[in-house]
């Protein structure tokens, strides 16, 4: 597997690479078809849709998960729902266009804005500085963070003066082992595979607390009685947010403006209150909106 | 018995999204099937001439496909396309594309081999019975390498159909996503629920797969 990871790299790095190099030339042409995206062509150069092109064509096609419960999965009459499409649902109001939703998967959704597959990635995209070079980020509208959760009754509110003999559980290759081995290098870390692994750990007290992102821990103590949320956001407070592709100023902007209107109504917590509150309860509402794009 | 969490399935119109997804990767593994073995055929034919310059690009055509992993085929025509030339294949369109390319290069190596697998005595032999050229194609060459094909394509398609589960990386909603979206979608209502849905995948695959190799076995016991 990891070398067809590599094959799979390099050839893609190929096709960038050579996409980069005729992408001067390339005009965008477009073909009509049933199941595809609404008309991407475009005046110039550009492969993205501005702003009048995407409301003349009457439809905005926009990248959310299918299967990422409860940002943005598909119900079981088949309509797409949760907290990113309740908020795409309204840029498309708003705009005056019918929404045509796009599955994405983690993996491809800056490939999708740079070909101009969709206008606007609402995927639980999280911004980060080497995302930035590649996509414009809008201004956000959740925050993320890590969690530690642990049993009720020997709480961790701090993993400062935790010792060698308390180990504290991850699961590898997430941003929480990343984040634990640079900024406390003397925590004992137990490692797991999967969340379910993490999650038996947990609860037969091989740690003594859980580091994940915390929107997972506080879900998984709202559904699990003894184990408490000692530390709701850890480390660097990372932000979600909507994105264009590169050079999309027009719909940037309009991006940018609806998410400070919006602020006004409070209608990102509404939209919680709607899609995620089932799931994270309300206690954390603040912790997890953010209002007008303005981050405390 | 364990809870496989089937009731999910009974939720909304759960059953009929995961058989319209099962329809999206049929189509899209038969439509290149009938595409691919046609052309297979003839550049199998072509591999065995002697002209040597064709040859040899249908070997780097050949090798170019087999070495690279389908899901790069799927992302350079689905994306590269668009980067390279700026069309806009939807992502059906590229599955069929690179399914195809795929199915015809298997399948013209598969023709070579069984035509060359036909022992020279069989071409002398109707040579000297007084046959034609094209009667000896028609009677003794192709009825053989035929049977010889056959359990060979079987794999082959079976293979086609089985490797769609990777188009839903090009925004394709065929019956794996289908799946993964069902499972997410009742992850706290039913959290085993994963088991029972990928049974259920496993189940509609085989039903898609097994008729066809009934065929391939009805086929190869006629021909014998």
Known sequence: ?296 | MPDLGLEVLLKGSNIMRLLAGLWVALRISLISVAGSIPIGIILGTLMTGRNIVLKAILKIYLEFIRIMPQLVLLFIVFFGSTRMFGWQPTGEVSAVIVFTLWGAAEMSDLVRGALISIPLHQYESSEALGLSKTQTYWYIIIPQTLRRLIPLSINLITRMIKTTSLILMIGVVEIMKVAQQIIEANRRSSPTAAFGVYLVVFLLYFLACWPISLLAKYLERKWR
């Open chain 1, 1 to 296: 597997m990891k070398n067809l990871n590599r094959i799979a790299a390099i050839g893609l790095a190929l096709t960038i690479t050579l996409g980069l190099t005729a992408c001067s030339g390339a005009s965008t042409a477009s073909t009509n078809g049933s199941a595809e995206p609404a008309d991407t062509a475009s005046s110039g150069d550009e492969t993205y849709r501005t702003l009048d092109e995407i409301k003349e064509s009457g439809e905005i096609n926009i990248g959310v998960f299918s299967d990422k419960s409860p940002f943005g999965y598909v119900d079981e009459n088949g309509d797409y729902q949760g907290y990113d499409v309740y908020f795409a649902d309204k840029l498309a109001e708003d705009l005056g266009v019918k929404a045509n939703y796009i599955s994405t998967e983690a993996a491809n959704r800056i490939e999708y804005l740079q070909t101009g597959k969709v206008d606007v990635i609402l995927a639980n995209f999280t911004v980060t500085d080497e995302r930035k070079e590649e996509v414009d980020f809008a201004l956000p509208y959740m925050n993320v963070s890590l969690g530690v959760v642990s049993p009720s009754d020997s709480e961790v509110t701090s993993l400062d003066n935790l010792t060698k003999n308390a180990p504290v559980i991850v699961i590898s290759g997430t941003t929480a082992e990343t984040y634990l081995i640079e900024n406390y290098p003397d925590l004992t870390l137990q490692k797991y595979d999967t969340y379910a692994n993490a999650k038996n750990a947990l609860e037969n007290g091989n740690g003594v607390a859980w580091v994940n992102d915390n929107t997972e821990v506080i879900a998984f103590a709202k559904d699990n009685s003894g184990f408490k949320v000692g530390i709701p956001s850890l480390g660097s407070n990372d932000t979600i947010a909507p994105a264009v592709t590169k050079g999309n100023a027009t719909l940037l902007d309009w991006v940018n403006k609806e998410i400070q209107t919006l602020g006004k109504d409070q209608f990102f917590h509404k939209d919680y209150e709607e899609t995620l509150v089932d799931t994270y309860g309300a206690d954390y509402e603040e912790e997890l909106v953010v209002e007008g794009g303005k981050t405390k």
